[in-house]
C-alpha cells in the first residue's frame, strides 16, 4: 500500500513493505500519473519504510527518473534504508538524487 501526500510544487509518494513484481507495475503507474500531472515539477519518493526492492521494482524506478526527465521533472528518493542503499549502489543506480528526509527535498524545490 502506497500513501500519497500532495504539496504545492511536490508529489511525495510513500511505498511501504515490498516493491517487487506482484506490485511493480502498480508503483510504476502511479510514478508515471505523479510524472504527466501539471500540477507539481518535483517528485519526491519516500524509501523509510520499503522492506526490499526487486529487479521489477528497480525497474519501475528507473522507468519513473527516465520520464522524469524526459518530461523536464525533478525525481528524488529520500529515507532510503541501508539494505536499500546497497541495492542501488551495487546495480549502479545510485544516478538518483538522495534526501535523507522529504523537507530537504522540498526545500530545494520550492
Known sequence: MQN????????VICPSGAI??????????????????????ALLIDM?????L???GLMALVSGLK???RFDRRLGLCSITPAIRIILELTQLDQFE???????????TA
Open 4 to 11: 500519497v501526500l500532495v504539496r504545492p510544487t511536490t508529489t
Open 20 to 41: 517487487n513484481a506482484a506490485n511493480a507495475n502498480e508503483f510504476e503507474c502511479q510514478l508515471t500519473s505523479a510524472v504527466l500531472s501539471q500540477q507539481d515539477h
Open 48 to 52: 523509510g519504510k520499503v522492506e526490499s
Open 54 to 56: 526487486d529487479s521489477a
Open 67 to 69: 520520464m522524469a526527465q
Open 98 to 108: 538522495v534526501f535523507d528526509h522529504h523537507s530537504v527535498f522540498e526545500t530545494l
